[in-house]
């Protein structure tokens, strides 16, 4: 007997991903360096680490401390930056067969807004972009924007009028009222809503 495949397919926005299975921000670097374990295509999506405006070293070890009840980490957005971003990853991009969404991160709606700006300008393979507004683990991860309903809305707005890729905000847990958040997000014209960053610890 044989058994017809299930259509696993989903769609956010515009966009018709293969299936729902995205590696989550910050658990697969940027996207290529797994690919010699896993074969990538059969991912709905990848999602890369933060990207910021300028390079970030992120936070000093040690990053990663195991738990008995999971594990705590620091890692403080560490990135190459927007420009060696463009330059190294976006041609890598081309040929590895699964769709990207970029996650984006700023400590200022400018440094967001130049962030995707700059990607904006260029060709390349990237379907949307995750905006992560709620890193609590540096001082200017852009939680400010999490926390409150009107610098959301704001910021997603912003972003909105400028690129008609689809549009993610990142939200953290630690609110009272993450639904009036997610609210705020849509009220700006996100597409969608990634549930959640980091628990802090």
Request: net charge negative; glycine share 10%.
């Amino acid at each position: 007997m044989r058994f017809a495949l299930a259509d696993l397919s989903i769609q956010i926005g515009h966009i018709r991903f293969n299936n729902p299975v995205f590696v989550a921000s910050g658990t697969f670097g940027y996207g290529t360096e797994n690919k010699e374990l896993v074969d990538v295509s059969k991912l709905g999506a990848i999602v890369t680490k933060s990207i910021t405006l300028n390079p970030r070293e992120g936070n000093p070890p040690p990053r990663l401390v195991e738990t008995p009840s999971g594990m705590i980490n620091s890692i403080g957005l560490a990135n190459i930056g927007v420009d060696k971003y463009i330059s190294d990853m976006l041609p890598v991009y081309e040929g590895i067969g699964t769709p990207i969404i970029m996650n984006i991160a700023g400590s200022s709606m400018d440094e967001y807004i130049s962030v995707l700006e700059k990607i904006e300008s260029v060709s390349s393979a990237i379907v949307g972009y995750e905006i992560n507004i709620s890193c609590p683990n540096v001082k200017e991860g852009g939680m400010q924007f999490g926390i409150d309903c009107s610098m959301t809305e704001s910021l997603t707005s912003a972003l909105r009028k400028r690129t008609e890729k689809l549009l993610i905000m990142k939200l953290s847990p630690n609110v009272t009222d993450i639904s009036s958040i997610a609210t705020s997000a849509e009220n700006g014209g996100a597409d969608a809503v990634s549930a959640i960053n980091t628990v802090v610890g």
